[in-house]
């Protein structure tokens, strides 16, 4: 295989398409050149000239106002990511015939990666200035290093691959799992990387710089979307409780001001237009003209405002009793509303910034239980019966905790109408709870959601099927196999490749091995999106694995080890990776599906990351002698001070996240050590990047770019081999 070499003022670009947003900069930076978000509004619509699913390009400036016009038309949102899977992926049923096209535009696989190669090109041009008229630099000048997820499939990637080769030409391209990227990114080789994200929360075990595909586990309910979604119910209990008569008043006069002062500007161009070619009158009789010949509003000779009452738009339109968006405060006093999607996710990006700016969100300390729920049970016989159980430590009574929390003082917020609101310290803790679920009402929740998802999933699935099935005139490269199993057209034989990590997805292999007199217009998103379904079906799987506990035992050196098995009617192939378990027992979980070896060297390297990791704690509520720290009767101060410690800053959330592992693993092995590393919370949600950055910039890794040549020679599946 060739050796492709970066030359000095070349750089290699790094790329990390979240499910929120887009990270995308030079590799030896330390922080990305642009961040934006990977959720964009289209116009669904094919286009058989350019084989586009789209007939406008993408638009990402769509939260603070309309896509077009005074509405949002027919545009509608997409993101490139899966949020059940995570992976590159569409559903062929996906919003199917959207959009006002000839039919033939059903969102599929194809469009996945046109988003991605939409975001990439706007990436190149407008965030790092590259493919531009007035500059020589371009981005086929530069290797790319693209970060994906651990559980992505082999196909998926391959169709990656030629993507960027075929599409962007690029020179290189190198392919890193994004869990090993963010243990580089610390400093460490062998972790379980903990990825808090927007769609569902990860635990990847990583050893050696290889990722333990059998520990991989998912859970779409700790996400920091569903936090979102909280913040938002949060923000409008507060918006109409704390708000009330007083907040529409007062935004009522601003915009009775607003709308006067609109009409006045109005009035006195209309007048100034018309004398315009005669003598300008003086400024006594500019007022008087304004106050007798105005929009119906009477002013003394002071010019004060003579109350009456006047019809104002904003009497047909009253003040919502929600935590109204900016785009809509900008509209007031019509308060008009948007597209529903677009209108709930302006409200959700507005609920993620009260969120990151720590008012809405808070950690709390290690015992706290959520107040809509009850505790669990700690007794003797419940830990007997189940291992997996998750006790709470007896540091802080939880109902001393919740007790202080309510005689805490509340922090003030400005809405973005200008209203005062104060959020209780106790209902910040409630939200972040959803990652610990140490209550009843979190772990029902948790549990709804891994059911929605399981149910999503056999929806796919039976998507899948019936698209491989359905018989097509113009596209039979592909058929349905036996079991859904999908089958590859080669020479004229039907081959079963569907589960073959070597598989040939390649569209240009397959126009290439059509028959002849067959239509080589192997660029038809339907040719390639068959071949992908066809790969990914073995891996879209509902039921996770049992984990078998074997017991305690020692490992040679005295200290215990708890030996965990899978089911050994699971096949290696197939992803089990969805759970309903929150972040400390997947840890766990995690480091048990792996070799005995392994453990101890996986649970002494948590690494927690991502964007939804990054909150912070409620610092100071509970001391003794502060303000809002009322001691709680029978408690005394040392346990408000013991609070008061452990309620902190940036690392409150890496500290209660290792007291919860700390409390699974030291029941079964007390001599193993659990340590969270993770960075700070400026660089928590680009560490993935950072390690692709570190990673980039090292002479010794310009070895294992994929060059083209590479790709040239053996195809798409090298990326298989050079890319684990």
């Known amino acids: 295989m060739s050796t492709y070499t970066v030359g000095g003022d070349c750089q290699a670009i790094v790329c990390d398409v979240g499910s929120h947003s887009t990270k995308i900069g030079y590799a030896g930076d330390d922080h990305p050149s642009a961040i934006y978000g990977s959720t964009v509004a289209v116009e669904r619509g094919y286009d058989g000239a350019t084989g586009s699913n789209f007939t406008k390009p993408p638009r990402r400036d769509f939260v603070t106002r309309c896509c077009s016009g005074d509405d949002d038309g027919a545009y509608q949102l997409a993101n490139p990511i899966d949020p059940v899977t995570g992976w590159l992926f569409s559903s062929p049923s996906s919003n199917s015939n959207e959009g006002g096209g000839n039919g033939n535009n059903s969102v599929d696989a194809w469009e996945s990666h046109e988003l991605v190669s939409h975001s990439l090109r706007h990436a190149f041009q407008h965030a790092l200035g590259l493919d531009n008229g007035g500059s020589d630099d371009q981005a086929c000048h530069h290797p790319l290093l693209l970060l994906d997820k651990p559980h992505t499939p082999p196909a998926l990637r391959q169709r990656l691959l030629e993507l960027l080769f075929e599409t962007h030409d690029l020179p290189a391209v190198f392919l890193l799992r994004d869990a090993v990227a963010s243990c580089y990114a610390v400093g460490r080789t062998t972790g379980t990387v903990v990825d808090a994200g927007h769609s569902a929360t990860m635990v990847t075990p990583v050893h050696e710089g290889f990722v333990e595909t059998r520990g991989i586990l998912r859970n779409v309910g700790c996400a920091a979307r569903n936090v979102d979604l909280r913040t938002l119910d949060m923000m409008d209990d507060v918006v109409k409780t704390q708000g009330g008569r007083k907040r529409k008043d007062r935004i009522k006069r601003m915009n009775m001001r607003k709308w006067e002062e609109r009409q006045q500007r109005q009035t006195t161009a209309g007048i100034e237009g018309s004398n315009s070619n005669t003598a300008s009158p003086s400024k006594t009789d500019r007022a008087s003209r ?367 996240l290792r007291e919860e592992i700390e409390a699974i693993v030291h029941r079964h092995t007390p001599g193993w050590r659990v340590k969270v590393t993770s960075p700070n919370v400026s660089e928590r949600a680009i560490c993935s990047w950072l390690g692709g950055s570190i990673l980039g910039s090292l002479g010794t890794f310009q070895d294992m770019w994929i060059s083209r040549k590479d790709y040239e020679e053996f195809g798409a599946a090298i990326v298989n081999r050079k890319c684990p």
Request: charged share 20%; with cysteine; proline share 6%.
């Open 290 to 656: 304004v106050v007798a010949t105005g929009s119906g509003v009477k002013r003394d000779a002071s010019g004060h405002f003579i109350k009456e009452k006047v019809n104002h738009p904003h009497d047909n339109n009253p003040v919502p009793d929600y935590l109204m968006p900016l785009y809509q405060v900008r509209r007031a006093p019509s308060y008009t509303k948007r597209t529903g999607q677009f209108h709930d996710w302006s409200r959700l990006a507005l609920a993620r910034e009260i969120k990151e700016m720590g008012l809405g969100v808070a950690v709390g300390p290690m015992g706290y239980v959520c107040s809509m729920g009850t505790s669990v049970t700690t007794t003797p016989a419940a830990i007997s019966e189940d291992p997996t159980a998750v006790v709470n430590p007896s540091l802080i009574n939880p109902a001393s905790a919740n007790s202080v929390f309510l005689t805490s003082s509340r922090l003030p917020y400005i809405l973005p109408d200008g209203t005062h609101v104060e959020i209780s310290t106790l209902s910040r803790c409630d939200i972040v709870e959803l990652y610990f679920a140490n209550d009843d009402y979190n772990s029902n929740y948790l549990d709804d959601r891994f059911d929605e998802a399981v149910r999503i999933l056999d929806q796919y699935k039976e998507d899948i099927e019936k698209y491989l099935t359905k018989e097509d005139d113009k596209n039979d490269d592909i058929q349905c196999g036996e079991k859904g199993m999908g089958a590859t057209l080669q020479e004229g034989k039907l081959t079963s490749g569907a589960g073959d990590a070597y598989s040939n997805t390649s569209y240009l292999g397959l126009g290439k091995s059509r028959p002849v007199g067959k239509s080589r217009k192997y660029h038809a998103p339907e040719t390639v999106s068959r071949k992908l379904y066809s790969a990914c079906l073995p891996y879209i799987r509902t039921t996770p694995p049992s984990i078998n506990y074997n017991g305690e035992g020692g490992d040679g050196g005295g200290s215990g080890g708890l030996a965990a098995t899978l089911n050994p009617s699971v096949d290696d192939n197939y992803f089990h990776y969805l759970t309903s378990a929150p972040p400390a027992q997947m840890v766990c979980d995690s480091a048990f599906r792996c070799d005995r070896d392994q453990q101890a060297s996986l649970l002494g390297n948590v690494i927690l990351c991502g964007g939804g990791a990054c909150i912070t704690g409620a610092a100071g509520v509970g001391s003794a002698g502060q303000s809002g720290g009322a001691v709680v009767p029978g408690t005394d101060g040392a346990v408000a001070g013991v609070m008061a410690s452990m309620l902190g800053d940036e690392h409150a959330f890496p500290d209660r």
